[in-house]
């Protein structure tokens, strides 16, 4: 296998916002930055090889007139490196057949800022003369808290529209300024396509590479003028992705993919309960085995190395370990969610629950009326199960620490790591590889900090892979969780009370508000201590809510005799996009004709991350066995960039969503993860996936998001076509436990 090596390091300064670039070895480097201040001499020789004179961060143009793309942002089959490149060579009119497309470095020039910026402030317009300082100050925040993050579903609406659109856009107009100084023509009468200039009434046209080194030399435009919907070439259309040809020939690197000369591999165990320290260790046995190296003792694992995986793993076997005891190893699952019960109750009973919305007036809680109704829904721990292992590669010589690992925060691993070594950041370079799925898992620090740690113990590069076993006993779960409903209904059955209660608290801070039309709202939350570590799980807070809420307004509905779709299209009449995405999955999934005994249709219907999705799932069930037939998915992201990766978006998360909902669950036994392996912690296989039809609804508002929306509508569509289907309703998932037959 080749060896992922970064560019070798060369400072050289230039003056402005943008950079300059000069001819090298055939290479010229224009940056427009989406960033503020001189970013320059920071990443100076990052962004490529030593032949090459870097100044600046985003676009590089060679004299082939090829354009060189640089995205902060991880690709775990999202096509996020193709859609932000799309962006940004769609506004500089760019050749996408020559467009290259390269991932930033784990260096804090890179910190994701405009993804920072648009969590904290939204989409809000700042006038001209503040926005490097607004900028200035994201950035500065991003850079001390190593913000490096591809997550959120937030690359496309904050990365996306507030930075790659403006870079290519900015670029654009300097190189026509700089065509028409150079051919002394009036601006106007330039054109820009595919990568050339082109003047019409004379018929001159030239490369881009032409005038990149005068334009570069330009001050830009801090807020260029960007294309309109109309104007647009890429945007909304589907070029084919730069990252699948060398997916499919095996050329693309994945952190399991590195080889290093003199490379050992280490096979690592945890203690089973979380927390518990390591207080003895034997490993007298493996003396004899033949390719066996060294055994590691870190603070709460043992690690052992060996000249291959396998080995490793199977001299792991036969160590003897110990670790300490503790209160957690009485914690079963029965246990868990009766604290989380009497944490509620007592949140409650003391009237002491933060309050995450209200609106209206809400009367005393206790007895709201005699005609109210209640329910509760209950959801388990989840394991994200990434597709490919946790692992990572890490080699200390010469004062420096190098790590080779697929990662959604590979800055904050270089954090970390130079913690954890005690030494600067500057020696510890990231190279950050493809991911093998994310789902907020890589997210983490975990497996990093392992294989500094090992690494730290031998002089040999040590390639770290955890087994599935330890994936599934040691990740960062989806909480579990209750959440109880009241609801008092006016005399035309519509909630005029809504109380919603529930524990924890993440992000994004309105995923428990519903959308409908409900005068009197409390919305309420209080925590509970558990000892099960909590990770970012595909769509967060919304991944649980999108269940409860959807769920509960179904109920109301039938308790009314009222047609689910009917019932919530009544309560949205306010919200035309919501009507327009619920209609048309009416419309798509032929919601009013009619099924077969035993069969089912369920609706839902949620906004999270910018984007509203609604679902149709139908269902069949045979001697009461789950066949899920078909999945109708209607979402409006404001506009699908790339659509083609939209959809595979939308159809990944609902797949990701069926699986949990059928299957989904982490339980708790003597302070420890109970499943092992997929025998235990099942997935959704292929002849169980259902087909799935998604329509896009681009109602060019502002952009949403793609890769989680999804997942939190699948739940409860699932278990509103279950009921209609059985007559039977399903509070708790995962469905698997729930008894369908008659």
Known sequence: MPIQTPPKMRKLTRRAFIGTGLLASGALVIGVSIQPGNQSEKVAGLIADADEHVFDIWIKISPDNTVTIIVPHAEMGQGVHTTLALMLADELDADWDKVIISEAPAQEAYTNHMLLK????????????????????FLKIGKIINFQVTGGSASIRFTGQMGMRIAGASTRQLLITAAAAQWQLPEKELSTHKSFIHHEKSGKKEAFFTFAQAAALLDPEINPTLKSVDQYQLMGTSPPRKDLPPKV?????????????GMKYASIKASPVFGCKVTSVDASSLKKIKGFYQVVTLDNAVAVIADGFWLAKQALNKVVMEFEKNDAQNIHQKGIFEQLRYDLNQAELNDNFNIDFKTGV????????????????QVPFLAHATMEPMNCTAWIHDGICEIWIGSQNPLGIKSAVADLLD?????????????????GRRSENDVALQAAWI??????????????????????Y??????????????????????????????????????????????????SALHVPWGNWRSVDHSMHGFFIESFIDELAHLQNEDPFEYRASLLAHEPRFLKVLNKAAEKSSWHQSLLENWGRGIAIHQSFGTIVAEVVEVQIIEGKIHIERVVC???????????????????????GLTAALYGEITIKN???EQHNFHDHKMLRMDETPIIETYITNSHEKIGGAGEPSTSVIAPALVNAIFNATGKRIRTLPIQNFDLSS
């Open 455 to 476: 690494a730290r113990e031998t002089t040999h590069p040590i390639k770290l892979i955890w087994t599935r076993e330890e994936d599934i006993q040691q990740d960062f």
């Open 634 to 656: 209607v979402a409006d992201a404001g506009f699908a960039m790339h659509r083609d990766a939209f959809i595979a978006q939308m159809e990944s998360g609902i797949i990701y």
């Open 478 to 527: 989806r909480e579990a969780n209750l959440s109880q409903f009241k609801a008092v209904l006016n005399s035309q059955g519509k909630p005029s009370i809504w109380i919603n209660q529930f524990l924890f608290k993440h992000h994004p801070p309105e995923a428990s508000i519903p959308p409908y039309l409900i005068p009197n709202q409390l919305i309420q939350h209080t925590e």
């Open 362 to 377: 809400i009367p005393d809680q206790k007895v709201i009326s005699k005609d109210q109704f209640e329910a509760t829904y």
């Open 671 to 673: 302070g420890a993860v």
């Open 423 to 439: 030494i600067d950041m500057e020696h510890v370079q990231v190279y950050n590889q493809y991911l093998g799925g994310g789902f």
């Open 249 to 261: 020939t095996g050329e693309a690197l994945y952190g399991m993919d590195i080889q290093l000369p």
């Open 118 to 137: 648009g969590f904290v402030a939204g989409d809000i317009d700042f006038p001209n003369f503040l926005v490097n300082t607004v900028d200035g100050a």
